[in-house]
């Protein structure tokens, strides 16, 4: 069982799906650029057409109601909206096409959830700095504004930006996402400080300028595995544990949660290896200014990014070069039995989710929770009757509905990654995880539904009529 008014969701991103990279007046993103390098992405596939979703948004809109889904979440495209990555620039073809995606699917009793910023800064403030800038904090307050003067009339839910950890972690300490930067053990957590210091921006705007009229809610979506120790009874391998979630989760949900800073034990063990690396710049965690809003509380609600879990063990001591992993000190692991969705990364772990949702409510104040992406990739030999896929869905949402009936978290919705087949990042179009198969050879696009996506249909029809009543009055509405 689950809350009545429980959102049922699936969930895109626009670099992903929209495609028309530079149709009607949109800007380049660090993506467009990093996709146009050889060698950067799966077959040097890139997203300039992709889904075709900016002229085929009808071909999407039919598979939303063919699944049932109450929630649909997107992102807006901050360089189709705003090509240099200012408000001195407004691109009306951008802002048409987002008007009739919000007021299409309001119209079709679908309610958006809609991410600001989902991986696809603006190449002209990549060219600035990017989010190594102190400078973007209040470039993005400035284009959250905009978006929620225009669309916030509307929208209610809003995600402010997807998976700070991805962003930094693979864009500037591994270089295998968009920007492509390996500054190891020192770019990722200064991008990691402004990403926290440009969403707390936009939460006090929203909550002190549009919120009175507008009364929607909004948060900033946190990606986590689950973790637990590779030897439960042994005591380093428990701390490791506790150390690789700070230094993961932790480092975005602790200061937004629960103290407004870095874990203390992030700023200890990065410090020490500093120390032991000898390194003599400043603290390569950043320190908050007293002097900004405050990153304390700005978050309506958890919205929460899983997709599998590890083992971990200690690996203290074990790297000889400045990076986040030395700083850690940690190895995860795979566990053998766990059976492996089709990209190498992904076990398939449902009872994990429960374990994590469990772990977020016992450490970071029994927070109302969106699950704003869980899913599983097919790659290779692609099956239409995607049976594998099916049970994950049913197994996933049966821990789901376990964790909101019998361990009591508040879990608000659930939206399934993805919609449709898109492109996936480095992997390109190799992985698939959509709900629908999309023929990328087509120039049609074509949409059909696999086996998981009826299936993942009937199970919000069962979920959907039986629930109970404890959805808090501020997400009901």
């Not at 230094?247 to 032991?276: C, H, Q």
């Not at 704003?372 to 821990?399: C, H, P, W």
Request: one cysteine or more.
């Amino acid at each position: 069982m689950f809350p009545r008014g429980f959102a049922w969701g699936a969930a895109t991103a626009a670099y992903q799906i929209e495609g028309a990279w530079q149709a009607d007046g949109k800007g380049a993103s660090i993506w467009d650029t990093f996709c146009h390098e050889t060698g950067r992405v799966f077959g040097d596939q890139n997203g300039d057409v992709a889904c075709n979703s900016y002229k085929l948004w009808d071909e999407d809109l039919k598979c939303i109601q063919q699944l049932g889904l109450t929630h649909y979440r997107l992102s807006v495209s901050w360089a189709r909206l705003l090509p240099d990555g200012t408000t001195q620039h407004v691109n009306q073809k951008g802002l048409q096409y987002y008007n009739k995606v919000i007021d299409d699917l309001l119209a079709a009793n679908v309610t958006p959830m809609v991410t600001l910023y989902h991986f696809d800064l603006p190449q002209t403030l990549q060219d600035q700095g990017g989010w190594k800038s102190p400078d973007i904090a209040t470039l993005f307050d400035s284009y959250a504004r905009f978006c929620f003067q225009t669309f916030g009339d509307r929208v209610k839910l809003w995600i402010t930006i997807n998976e700070p950890y991805v962003c930094a972690k693979l864009g500037h300490e591994d270089g295998i996402h968009a920007p492509g930067l390996r500054e190891p053990g020192v770019a990722a957590y200064l991008v990691g400080h402004n990403m926290l210091r440009a969403h707390a921006l936009a939460w006090h705007s929203y909550d002190t300028v549009f919120r009175p009229k507008q009364k929607g809610l909004i948060s900033l979506a946190l990606n986590s595995d689950w973790l637990e120790p590779l030897d439960t009874d042994c005591a380093e391998d428990i701390a490791a544990t506790q150390r690789h979630i700070a230094f993961t989760l932790g480092w975005f949900a602790w200061p937004v949660f629960v103290t407004g800073d870095y874990p203390e034990v992030m700023r200890t063990f990065i410090e020490a290896n500093s120390k032991k690396l000898n390194y003599t710049g400043e603290s390569r965690l950043p320190f908050f200014s007293k002097e900004e809003p405050a990153i304390l509380g700005t978050a309506d609600f958890f919205a929460l990014n899983y997709y599998t879990s590890r083992k971990v063990t200690s690996a203290s001591g074990h790297f000889g070069s400045l990076s986040m992993k030395s700083d850690a000190g940690v190895q995860d692991i795979l566990n053998p039995s766990w059976p492996i969705s089709g990209v190498s990364w992904l076990a398939v772990v449902p009872y994990g989710l429960r374990k994590l949702l469990s772990y977020i409510k016992k450490n970071f104040g029994d927070p109302a929770i969106y699950i704003t992406e869980n899913g599983f990739a097919q790659v290779g030999s692609l099956e239409m009757e995607d049976v594998q896929r099916a049970e994950f869905y049913k197994q996933t949402i049966s821990e789901v509905a376990k964790a909101a009936t019998e361990d009591e978290v508040n879990v608000c919705g659930y939206f399934a990654w993805s919609l449709m087949d898109n492109f996936e990042w480095a992997d390109g179009y190799s992985a698939r995880f959509g709900l629908f198969h999309v023929d990328f050879l087509d120039e049609k696009r074509t949409r059909t539904i696999y086996h998981s996506g009826k299936e993942y249909a009937k199970l919000i029809q069962m979920y959907s009529s039986k629930h109970f009543d404890t959805l808090p009055d501020e997400l009901s509405k």
